[in-house]
């Protein structure tokens, strides 16, 4: 039997909750999962449509089992968010073969919901809004459809469910701002590693071309002062020491990547001018809270510099996280290196690269000192006919020799390499350092973006009594990358969108406006914790009394919006006023009270006649014809004015 047309419409709403919750987690679902959701979903469209049978119960069972397979067979588990989202759409996908009754579309319901809340938890970018916004909407309006009741339009449902939503939102907004939030990342839930885009632990020929055509940003950064100008914008992040002629690597010793906890820190002394800057850095695989050159530790327990200046996490950055930090360029180190660092730092596979090593051992016997063998190799890079190019050729087992007497074109991870092999072949401690370069500058939002495709590679080296010091062998074959802003650079610079925004000014414009307003989400909402909650409660003349403080903001605005609802439903609560006959009618009622003599409330007017009758003939006497005339106009065709006011007279009469 076919359901009426409202009702096959009402129906529709779960189905509609269902397909948006699970397009917002589309990113990490099973390739096979929304294919399967929508044949389900066609399926049972039109099976109601048509009146056809569900499938057998073991049907059903053997599918369900066959979905729980392939999710085992997708992701090797159960457990974790994509694993687990994965899981529910494929079971609620199920359930549509046997959806008939209300308790079934509350359970469907109830999965929608909680895939809506794993997308939140997975994904707060901006730009999702409107789809959660969506998906919540429908939710509501099934659940309103659900609750009984004479069936009624889609259309009905979604337009009172908005109207209840919107009641709801100021509370949501008071919860957001004034309920106490506990530090750290309680409602953080672990994303997977190969969703991140950015720098790692381990540097390869290719590794930063590929970051290079990244238009994804790795960080934001808002100045007190003036940024410091391009040149200067080195934004440091893992540092590598072991290499394999190939490949480089962090050292896993102590003070390094493993040794965070109990790490020797570094002994900088923070020297003149600073910059002063607050920092949202996008999450990343490599532990790392990538800052400007330099930088003091933030005050967060969580974070501590290692013995080679990097401000490393003790805990994954799995979401995006706010830094406020103060950077020294000017920061000296007047430690001496200890035996075990420099033999980290001049170790060199025994087997590779021999043109080098013997090219820097002669060149390093013609230099006076240290410092003048390291002028004289970046002299011969600036000199030499080397091609900056994000596309060179592939380099072999000999990279640095056919690199410095081969093909002379590569990028940044190509010349550090060679650089820092060259200083280790002469002698002296060399380690690359990966991390970000220059950045764009945001007028609208008034911070510099820091985009994948400013990731960049240098070499430090050491040199006595002034210990390490940055060198940048990019610099030398290509100085126009580092003095400019990356839309600025032509052919060979920048991905086609990059040379895109930078032939169209407008355009630019726009992705500024854009970026500003999710740097606004990013920091103001997403990045919206406790501390920033007492903040805007003092603002507000709570004062600062911590806890108590969100309390009483928290109560304050909690009966303002009770207020506010009570007012605005208002007339719906109001009972009708009884019209003049009623009134009258009321009174006698009221006389017949006092007199122990009352009307029962389910007990009609002639049913009550004919009940005194029995008991009191003479009062029934004189009531029965006023109330067969309060029928007759209560209850019958319509009268005339005269026979109204006639009625009126003669019930003030009654006694």
Not at 27 to 33: I, V
Not at 70 to 78: C, M
Not at 99 to 113: E, M, Q
Request: hydrophobic share 45%; charged share 20%.
């Amino acid at each position: 039997m076919k359901p009426p047309g409202a009702q096959r419409s009402a129906m529709l709403l779960p189905i509609l909750a269902l397909l948006a919750a699970a397009l917002a987690n589309a990113h990490h679902l099973a390739w096979w999962c929304l294919p399967m959701l929508a044949l389900a979903t066609a399926w049972h469209v039109r099976a109601v449509l048509n009146g056809l049978p569900q499938p057998a119960r073991t049907a059903r069972i053997a599918f369900a089992l066959f979905l729980t397979t392939g999710v085992l067979l997708s992701f090797r588990t159960l457990n974790g968010l994509a694993a687990g989202a994965t899981l529910l759409v494929a079971m609620t996908a199920a359930k549509l073969f046997e959806a008939r009754s209300r308790r079934d579309w509350y359970v469907i319901c109830g999965a929608t919901l909680f895939l809506l809340l794993a997308a939140c938890l997975d994904r707060q970018e901006l730009w999702r809004l409107p789809l959660y916004a969506l998906c919540l909407w429908l939710s509501a309006a099934s659940m309103r459809g659900l609750a009984g009741g004479a069936p009624l339009p889609a259309v009905t449902h979604l337009r009172e469910s908005a109207r209840q939503l919107a009641w709801a939102l100021p509370l949501a907004i008071l919860c957001f701002l004034f309920f106490p939030r506990l530090p750290g990342a309680f409602w953080s839930v672990a994303g997977d590693d190969e969703a991140i885009t950015g720098l790692s632990e381990e540097m390869s020929p290719g590794r930063i071309a590929r970051l290079a055509e990244s238009d994804e940003p790795a960080l934001r950064a808002r100045f007190d002062g003036a940024p410091p100008p391009v040149a200067q914008r080195y934004w440091r992040g893992p540092v590598l020491h072991d290499f394999d002629g190939y490949t480089w690597r962090r050292h896993r010793g102590a003070g390094q990547r493993d040794g965070v906890a109990g790490a020797a820190g570094a002994t900088l002394e923070y020297v003149g001018p600073a910059y002063h800057y607050s920092e949202t850095l996008q999450p990343n695989t490599h532990g790392t809270v990538v800052a400007l050159e330099l930088s003091r530790p933030p005050a967060d327990p969580y974070v501590a510099q290692s013995a080679d200046y990097q401000l490393l996490a003790r805990r994954p950055i799995l979401q995006a996280r706010s830094y406020e930090l103060t950077a020294y360029p000017q920061a000296v180190d007047r430690a001496e290196l200890s035996d075990a660092a420099r033999q980290v730092d001049l170790a060199l596979p025994p087997d590779r690269n021999p043109r080098a090593r013997a090219f820097a051992q002669r060149l390093r016997a013609q230099s006076a000192d240290d410092a003048a063998f390291v002028a004289s190799v970046l002299a011969f890079l600036r000199d030499g006919g080397f091609v900056y190019t994000l596309e060179p050729q592939r380099l072999g087992r000999d990279s640095a020799d056919e690199l410095l007497f081969g093909t002379r074109q590569g990028f940044c991870g190509h010349y550090a390499s060679a650089f820092v092999d060259l200083m280790r072949a002469a002698g002296i401690p060399a380690r690359v350092v990966t991390g970000y370069q220059g950045g764009e500058w945001n007028p609208i939002g008034g911070y510099l973006l820091v985009r994948q495709k400013h990731a960049h590679a240098w070499a430090e080296v050491w040199l006595p009594g002034r210990g390490w010091q940055r060198t940048d062998p990019t610099a030398m074959v290509a100085p126009e990358r580092l003095s400019r802003e990356l839309l600025q650079f032509g052919d060979g610079f920048g991905s086609n969108a990059t040379s895109l925004l930078g032939s169209r000014p407008w355009l630019t414009t726009a992705m500024q406006a854009w970026d500003a307003l999710n740097s606004w989400w990013q920091d103001d909402v997403v990045g919206f914790n406790f501390a920033r909650q007492l903040g805007l409660a003092e603002r507000l003349g709570f004062g600062d009394r911590d806890w108590q403080t969100l309390a009483i903001a928290l109560g304050a605005g909690l009966c303002a919006w009770l207020a506010w609802i009570a007012w605005s439903v208002r007339r719906l609560a109001r009972v009708a006023r009884p019209d003049a006959i009623g009134r009258a009618w009321r009174r006698i009622d009221k006389r017949l009270a006092r007199a122990g003599l009352a009307r029962a409330d389910h007990e009609g007017v002639l049913a009550y006649c004919e009940r005194l009758a029995a008991a009191h003939p003479a009062v029934a006497e004189g009531l029965r014809p006023l109330a067969h005339r309060y029928v007759q106009l209560r209850y019958g065709p319509p009268t005339t004015p005269a026979e109204q006011r006639e009625f009126l007279r003669a019930a003030r009469a009654y006694r």
